[in-house]
């Protein structure tokens, strides 16, 4: 079976900081692109930011500068540094993962993080 854990949500004020994590494991192979996504409530779910098996990134506007993606492939984990928080980031933010042998998609539980004051 396949495991794809996340942590690290949670509540914070404006302009505070926190990391999430992702950590893929069990029968996974050839895992290409690692993102971020995130959902607020009654809204679509959205991409925040990618990166690819070769390190490059990719972020949505809303979060460029702010938020930082990146990975370590030997423990199959994906990281997102989110800083300098705005109340509108409040979502509950989704782990992705995506393989090309064979193609599919792997999702996290999900993971809540509240911008509040």
């Known amino acids: 079976q396949v495991q794809m854990v996340e942590s690290g949500g949670g509540l914070v004020q404006p302009g505070g900081s926190l990391r999430l994590t992702c950590a893929a494991s069990g029968s996974i192979f050839s895992i290409n692109t690692m993102a971020w996504y995130r959902q607020a409530p009654g809204e679509q779910r959205e991409l925040v930011a990618m990166?690819?098996?070769?390190?490059?990134?990719g972020y949505a506007d809303s979060v460029k500068g702010r938020f930082t993606i990146s990975r370590d492939n030997n423990k199959n984990t994906v990281y997102l540094q989110m800083s300098s928080l705005k109340p509108e980031d409040t979502a509950v933010y989704y782990c992705n993962v995506q393989t090309w042998r064979p193609p599919y998609n792997y999702w996290g539980q999900g993971t809540q993080v509240i911008v509040s004051s």
């Open positions: 990166i690819t098996s070769g390190g490059g990134t």
